[in-house]
């Protein structure tokens, strides 16, 4: 039974370089989550997809982030012109609906130099 | 600001012992109480869950206790293993009006050690 997967499990970049993490969901889960947890940090909540409604964009840090889900199934973070504040695991998550139990993928870490 | 805290960074307890793990909260629209597991380079595990219609939820070894007027909640592990040594997330979602029941705000973690 195929969990959430992420790649690349890690990921460095240059600054000002443009990145794009990847995640798989479980096979049939609508809901579809992505978080950044910063060194020391809880987990911080980016966006949400859920089906084919508009997505929850209200935690993405700055408009050089952006997500996509395409199909309803595969979603692709992208950070444009990166930063080194970027620098974090970006953790995606699946759930069958909202509030549903969210399943964590091993998240994608990031190093921006 | 935090709406989620967890106080103790990290907390060392002896294997067979009782291990508690807190957490406070200051939003009073959450409703919806988890906690997650995470060991080292893998994603957070869902633990345990408690609705804020509950004090106290117990699943096995794990059991949540919620104590709403003092916005507060733990976690207890009885008897801990060793197994058990990970970083524990309490998180929190509001209340469905507005329709942002699905947004889980995380604390810090506390990382568990559980010696043989």
């Known amino acids: 039974g195929a969990g959430v997967s992420q790649s690349p499990s890690n990921k460095v970049t240059e600054k000002g370089k443009d990145v794009e993490l990847r995640c798989d969901p479980i096979?049939?889960?609508?809901?579809l989550y992505w978080y950044r947890q910063s060194l020391g940090q809880g987990l911080e909540f980016l966006i949400y997809?859920?089906?084919?409604?508009?997505?929850?964009k209200s935690g993405l840090p700055s408009d050089r982030f952006s997500a996509e889900r395409t199909g309803g199934s595969v979603s692709t973070l992208t950070i444009q012109r990166t930063q080194q504040e970027d620098s974090a695991v970006y953790l995606c998550?699946?759930?069958?609906?909202?509030?549903?139990?969210?399943?964590f993928g091993p998240g994608t870490r990031l190093l921006v130099l | 600001d935090q709406q989620v805290k967890q106080n103790s960074p990290s907390l060392s307890v002896q294997e067979g012992r009782i291990s508690i793990l807190n957490c406070d909260y200051t939003n009073s629209m959450f409703d919806y109480f988890l906690w997650y597991k995470k060991y080292p380079a893998e994603g957070p595990t869902f633990l345990i869950s408690?609705?804020?219609?509950?004090d106290k939820n117990e699943d096995g070894r794990f059991t949540v206790f919620l104590n709403k007027s003092a916005k507060h909640l733990s976690l207890h592990i009885v008897p801990s293993q060793p197994g058990d040594s990970a970083v524990y997330f309490c998180a929190a979602s509001p209340l469905n009006s507005g329709g942002s029941n699905y947004k889980l705000t995380f604390g810090k973690g506390t990382l568990l050690t559980v010696n043989p």
């Open positions: 998550a699946s759930s069958w609906t909202r509030r549903e139990t969210q399943y």
């Open positions: 997809f859920q089906g084919n409604s508009a997505p929850d």
């Open positions: 096979s049939g889960h609508t809901a």
């Open positions: 408690i609705s804020s219609i509950k």
